[in-house]
């Protein structure tokens, strides 16, 4: 949960690295999150199953889309890479595939052009 809390505190912050586990934790709360937000929708009949969305996770989505930004760029940037890779993800399939790879992949040692390690960096 700290490393979902600490993305959000840098919620558009797009400079600097990011760790794995702060991007792969990130998204595990945000997706546990977003089915608890739709089961609620679904209890309190704001669940649309024509679009397969409700009030509260439609919200949660949208909130959720510039720090998931944010964390993802600083995760290319961790890699030695521009955030502007995210847009791969245009390329159907192939840029899920290859983000994917790039965010799994181990961040460059010492320093990069984005910053310090982020594992020797103080918090």
């Known amino acids: 949960m700290n ?17 794995r586990k ?3 934790y990130f998204w595990l709360f945000g997706f546990i999150f977003g089915l608890i937000l739709a089961f609620i929708d679904m209890v ?4 649309n199953t024509e679009t397969g969305g ?5 919200i949660f989505i949208l909130v959720m889309i510039l720090p998931n930004l ?17 847009l ?3 390329i159907p399939l ?15 040692q010492g320093e ?7 594992i020797s960096a103080p918090e």
Do not use: C
Request: aromatic share 14%; glycine share 12%.
């Open 3 to 19: 490393w979902y809390l600490a993305a959000l505190k840098k919620y558009a912050v797009f400079s600097g690295r990011a760790r």
């Open 22 to 24: 702060e991007l792969w």
């Open 44 to 47: 309190t009949g704001t669940w």
């Open 54 to 58: 409700g009030l509260l996770s439609n």
């Open 70 to 86: 944010a964390v993802s760029t600083r995760r290319l940037h961790d890699i030695g890479r521009t955030g502007w890779w995210i």
């Open 88 to 90: 791969i993800m245009l």
């Open 94 to 108: 192939i840029g899920l595939i290859v983000l994917l790879i790039f965010y799994s992949q181990k961040g460059t």
């Open 112 to 118: 990069n052009k984005h910053g310090p390690n982020p």
